[in-house]
């Protein structure tokens, strides 16, 4: 069975830091592109950063280019989402998504959410 599971997330003031954690079991991230969404109160899930198979491509929204950084640890099979001098309006639940394409099938798999609030 596939699993994702974020962790990190919490309370903290504007300016501060959190690190989100995306843990596969069951799969390998090897073959599968990353991203994080978010999803804030009352607003649609939108993409905030996508790190591709190689991690030689990565991308980020305009709103938190310059502030988060995604990353990846191998051996861990493990994926981060590093915020930095976050703002109240990066208030959302963070979800870590893992899919790939294959010639028997396409694949997309989510992780269950980690809330991320931000105090002014």
């Known amino acids: 069975e596939v699993q994702l599971v974020e962790s990190g997330g919490g309370l903290v003031q504007a300016g501060g830091s959190l690190r989100l954690s995306c843990a596969a079991t069951?799969?390998?991230?090897?073959?599968?592109?990353i991203a994080w969404f978010r999803q804030a109160p009352g607003k649609e899930r939108e993409g905030v950063s996508c790190r591709s198979t190689s991690g030689l491509s990565l991308a980020y929204a305009d709103s938190v280019k310059g502030r988060f950084t995604i990353s990846r640890d191998n051996a861990e099979n493990t994926v981060y989402l590093q915020m930095n001098s976050l703002k109240p309006e990066d208030t959302a639940v963070y979800y870590c998504?893992?899919?790939?394409?294959?010639?028997?099938?396409?694949?997309?798999?989510w992780g269950q959410g980690t809330l991320v609030t931000v105090s002014s």
């Open positions: 069951g799969v390998s991230f090897d073959d599968f592109v």
């Open positions: 998504d893992a899919r790939t394409y294959t010639f028997v099938g396409n694949y997309d798999y």
